[in-house]
């Protein structure tokens, strides 16, 4: 069997403007107050983290559509859902032979599991399975410091995650109000935050405290005898 071919210039220029960017569930999951920073408020803020993602991802972009034996390879695809308002690009989509497609999101960092990678990854495969009217049942997550992909099937669960999530996201940026840092058990994310220095957790979190003791340096001390 040959490799699959892909069209994807007939994709590209349908994009919708007024969408959802993919990585915008991805800050969601992660932290709300951090969604709500960068797409709302415009805040944004390198660390060596987002660095290494950038740098990983521009690396991944560069790369040109190839075929790898039977697969069909299309790196820094567009991709959206007009039913659900996203769009955005997967780093990878593998188009097998059998049919399957098959989306591989890049991020730096070893193999662990993290929740907002899957949500990032099933709402590709949602945005892919609207484009193309063919579903797509797996994807991988591929973690550039162990060179290792993480499968994950993309349940109904996992893309009900993402409708819940896109409607969440879009009341929360609508709203005029900033979301409330991270709590315990939460908060340890904080550390590795970019926007760490922006969104100032500690001074948020202590700010009732600060307000009760600002109401009594100005309380009137009693009149001495
Ligand atoms: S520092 Fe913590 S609470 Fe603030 S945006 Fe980052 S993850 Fe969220």
Redesign the pocket.
């Known amino acids: 069997m040959g490799c699959p071919v892909f069209n994807r210039d007939a994709y590209e220029v349908t994009v919708m403007e007024e969408t959802l960017p993919l990585s915008a569930l991805n800050q969601y999951a ?8 960068i797409h709302a408020e415009g805040e944004f803020k390198d660390n060596v983290h987002t660095i290494r993602g950038t740098l990983e991802h521009e690396r991944v972009d560069r790369s040109h559509s190839r075929g790898q034996g039977n697969i069909r390879i299309e790196y820094a695809l567009p991709v959206w859902s007009d039913t659900l308002g996203l769009s955005g690009r997967c780093d990878v989509v593998e188009f097998h032979p059998d049919g399957a497609i098959y989306p591989v999101e890049y991020k730096h960092g070893k193999r662990k599991r993290w929740i907002n990678d899957d949500l990032q990854l099933a709402a590709q495969a949602l945005c892919l399975e609207e484009m193309t009217g063919k579903p797509v049942a797996r994807g991988a997550i591929f973690h550039q410091q162990s060179k290792r992909r993480r499968e994950v099937v993309i349940t109904e669960t996992l893309k009900q995650a993402v409708r819940e999530a896109a409607k969440s996201i879009r009341i929360t940026l609508n709203g005029a109000k900033c ?4 709590q315990t058990p ?2 340890g ?8 220095t ?4 500690e001074m ?1 979190g202590a700010a009732p405290v600060l307000s009760d003791i600002a109401k009594t340096l100005f309380e009137p001390e009693e009149d001495l005898p």
Request: with cysteine; proline share 19%; hydrophobic share 20%.
């Open positions: 992660y932290c709300p107050r951090r969604c709500y920073l979301p409330p840092p991270l939460h908060s994310r904080c550390g590795e935050c970019s926007l760490r922006i969104c100032e957790p948020v």
